[in-house]
């Protein structure tokens, strides 16, 4: 079963960190870019960044640049997104998503075909 499953998120308070994890059964990131993305209440999905299977970053979201580093293990078929100095409005479910090979210029999310169920972020004092 093709499966991508997100951990790793829960309450922080601003200017803290957590960091998320992106897991893959069922298949292989190896050839594969993995994008997250977010989505807030009452607001549409975002895409945050994407890495491809060359290790190319993307940041779709300017908010994010200096906070957000996204990385891999392919040993661990895994993807991670690291979040620093983390704000209130990065509070919001957390998806991850899987396409072949490279990361598309813009966020679209038809532009991925497999996602995870996502992880919930909450940036509150």
């Known amino acids: 079963q093709v499966q991508l499953v997100e951990s790793g998120g829960g309450l922080a308070q601003p200017g803290g960190s957590l960091r998320l994890s992106c897991v893959a059964s069922?298949?292989?990131?190896?050839?594969?870019?993995i994008g997250w993305f977010r989505q807030a209440p009452g607001k549409e999905r975002e895409g945050v960044s994407c890495?491809?299977?060359?290790?190319?970053?993307?940041y779709y979201t300017d908010s994010v640049k200096g906070r957000f580093t996204i990385s891999r293990d392919n040993a661990k078929n895994t993807v991670y997104l690291q979040m620093n100095s983390l704000k209130p409005e990065d509070t919001a479910l957390y998806y991850c998503?899987?396409?072949?090979?490279?990361?598309?210029?813009?966020?679209?999310?038809?532009?991925?075909?497999?996602w995870g169920q996502g992880t919930q972020v909450t940036v509150s004092s």
């Open positions: 998503a899987a396409r072949p090979f490279i990361c598309p210029t813009t966020a679209r999310g038809s532009n991925f075909s497999s």
């Open positions: 890495i491809s299977s060359s290790r190319e970053i993307t």
């Open positions: 069922g298949f292989t990131l190896d050839y594969k870019a």
